[in-house]
Each structure stands twice: as C-alpha cells, then as structure tokens.
C-alpha cells in the first residue's frame, strides 16, 4: 500500500475515533446523570411505576410516529447536502422549511392525541377510563417531540456536532431536574407532569443552541413553503411508517409481559442494554451518517467508510459487552434497586443483540444515506415482526423451561426475553447482510471479518459462564482472559491505522513532564 493510501485510511480512522471520542464522552456523562435519576425513580415509584412511565412514553412515541411524516431523518441528508455546497441563505430558507413542517407536524400530533385519548386508553389500559386525562395531558409532549427532532437534525445536517454534544448533557440535566421533584411529591400521579416537563425542556435546550445559529423563522401559511417540504415529506413517509411498526411492536411487547411490573423489569432491563451501553452508536448517527451521505454514490469508498466504522463499532462494544456480563447484578443494583435483579440474566442473554447491532448499524444506514427509504420501510419491517414474534416465543419458552436454571434468580419469562432480544439482533445483521450485499454491492473486507470472529470469540467465551450458577472461578477466569485480548485486538488494530492512540499517549506524557508536575 503507498504512503497517499495509508494516510487516507489513517485520517479517517483518526475522524472515525474523534467524533466517537467526544460523543461517547458525552454519553458518559448522561449516563451519570442518568444513573442518578434512574436510581432516584427506582426508588421513588419502583417497578410498578417504572413500568407506568414506560406505557405513557410509548403512547406519546405511538402518536408522534404517526404523524411526524420522519421529517427529522429525511432533513438531516437534505440539509447536509445543501451545507456542503456552501450557499447560506439556500440552507437558512430549507431551514424555514423544516422547521414549518415540523410546527405542522406537531400540531397535529397533539390534536391527534387529544381525539383519540378514550381509544388509547381503551387499547393500552385494557378500558380503564381513569386514564384519559393523562393521555390528553400527554398532548404537550407529543407538540415538543418533532419541534426538538427538527432543531436536531439542523445541528446535525450543518455539522455542529461538539454543540450538539453540549446539548445532549444540558438535556439531560433538564430531564433530571424535571421529573424527580414530581417522583417525589406526586409519586406515580406526577409521572405524566415529568414526561411533558422534561420533553419541552429538552426540546428548549435544542431550540437555544440552533437559534444561534438560525433564528427561528416559519411561514405556517405560505404555500411555497408548503410545497417545498412535500417532496421531504413523501420521503420521510417510509421512515414515519417505519417508526410505527416499531412503536407497535413494543407495545406489543408490553402486552405480552402479564402486568405493569413485568413491563418496568423488562424496561429497566431495555434500557440497561439500548440506552447505556448503546452509548457507542451516538456517533454513528449524529457524524457516520451525514458522512456516509455526502459520499453515497461512490460504491468503493462507501464500502471503506461503512468497514472503517464496523471496525471501531466493534472494538469498542465487545469489552463493554464483556463488563457488563461480568458484572450485571452488580451493576443492576448501582443503577436501580435489589427489586430489578431479576433482570440480570435477561440482559446477559441481550448482550449479543449489542454486539450483532455494532456490525449492522453502519451497514444499516446505507439506504437512508442513498435517500431509498422504501428499502428501509420492508427492513425495518421484517427486523420488528421478528422482533415481536422472537419475544413473544422466547417469554412464554422461558416461563416453562429457563426459569429453573437460574435457582438464585427468579426471571422467569424475562429470560426468554433477553434470548429473544439476542437473536432478533442475529437476524437482523443477517438479512441485512445478504439484501444489501444483492441491492447496494456491500462487501466485507477481510479485516473486518476477522476482527469481528476474533471478538464473537471472546463474547462467546464469557457470556455462557455468567448465566450458570455456581463457576464463579471459570466467570472471571473466562471473562478477564477475552477482556485482555478485545483490548490487545482494539489496540494492534488502531495503532497501526491511525495516529489518534499515539496523540493521546504524547499528550499524557506531554502533561507528565510539564513544570507543574515536577
């Protein structure tokens, strides 16, 4: 390889490794956040409430999929190309645009909610009507949700991203700040109050930041602007309609689980896995796609992008997976209460779903980044019908069978669940493989493929011995051995393809050898 090739390949490893470097200290820092509000709503509304919140998030997530015409994923490819050509005022008026499709959608979206409360209540609270004014109070949130998506997806498409990371944390402050003082004066009836707080406060967070740089203009009556946005808005139909099935599926899901504190435990135990850990997927949405977009027509270099990208997903997800198998219980009782221990072999058997997720994610944006969003519709319906169906067959297995393997925890079903959860993962990295393989020409390269069976290796070789009681010896003999090689593996890869690693180490000596430490 000549040297003009490997520079290329060392530069975008070294942007690849930036930008997952910044978005993922900033997930550390929600997650801490976060983990103090978790804890605190554990406490204060246990599983039962846990699982209350979770239904009500799901009917404001119903409703906002319904209506919000998936502007916020159309505009970003939109807005990001526009950015690249450079014209300020083009890019300052589709703003306009956006942001009026996005008033509109809102709107609507809350009239829609308010109309339909009696038949949300009837299908999500099996026809107790002591719920419907919660549901039309829930309106408020469903009016926030597509003003702050579309504010994102302004940061994201002009490439403001250490500002979008700025307001990620000040969000979660927000959402902190919001819904604890209700927990705790209200119990479960302030559940509702907090969720319409904290979404309009981080939808105010969103809204500060991008008037910096864009006031906030829309022409609610303007035909022109009306027109313009059709062509996003047909666009962005595929992946609103895709956002309803998977909103459906999980209230399905939820309909599976036989009462509030079975849905709070498989919440808690969602969450654990998606939103914690998934801390490593920020950056493949928030800087992967719009570059993956401005490049989408070349099959070669989408190919190196996509592998490049695979390649760091999975170095930096499988010692995560390994850690949190190693220490689940433990960690189960950091971030909620003894009451939630019943899900720890539900989200060992989950951690895979992580690891398949870090190799399909990349892959997975290659229909959006190419602007085929009928594509994206028929994947993301086939992943969340074998979704429904894998947890569907997995928690009613597990009831009768798993249940009595794990003497110590009483999951139950949940087990089923978590296995469920780990082969729809499986499923969907392998129908995406051979559909875009056929459709796009997405090719493996044999790095990749070997970094990726030498890491299944050390997830297989630790998972299995933290789901059987009593080898506790083997747990972390197993466990510790496949966390040291993931790290060698992470560490030969990237310092041979990329200066980012040996930058950090001469800043450190750098700051050793300074005066001040001498």
Known sequence: MNQTKRKSREATYDHVLKYTGIFGGVQVLKILINIVRNKLTSVLLGKVGMGLSAVYSNIGELVNSSTNMGLSLSSVRNISELYEKGDDEVVSHYIRVVRTWSFWTALLGALLCLALSPLLCHFFFDGDNSHIFDICLLSLMVFSIPIEAGECSILKGIRQLKCLSVVEVSAAI????????????????????????????????HLFFTTRFFPWRISPFSKKVFKEGLGLAKLGIPYMLAAIFTTLATSFVFGVLEDDGEIGLFKAGYNLIFTYAGMVFVAVEADYFPRLSAINNDRIKTNAVINQQIDVCVLLMTPLVILLSLFMPHIIRMLYTNDFIPIAPMAVCAIFHLFFKAITLPIAYLPLAKGNSMMFLVMEFLYDAAYVALIYFGYHWGVEYIHYSFDTIPSGGLVGTGIGLGLAGLFDLIIIFFVYSWHYKFRFSRRTLKLIGLEFVCVCATVPFCLVGGMRVLKYSFGLSALALSLYLAWRLLSKNSDFLKKLLNKFRHSSNCDCCK
């Open 174 to 205: 927000c959402t902190l700040l919001c819904t604890v003082p209700f927990y705790y004066l209200m119990g479960m009836r302030g559940i509702v109050l907090a969720l319409v707080l904290s979404t309009w406060s981080i939808a105010g967070c």
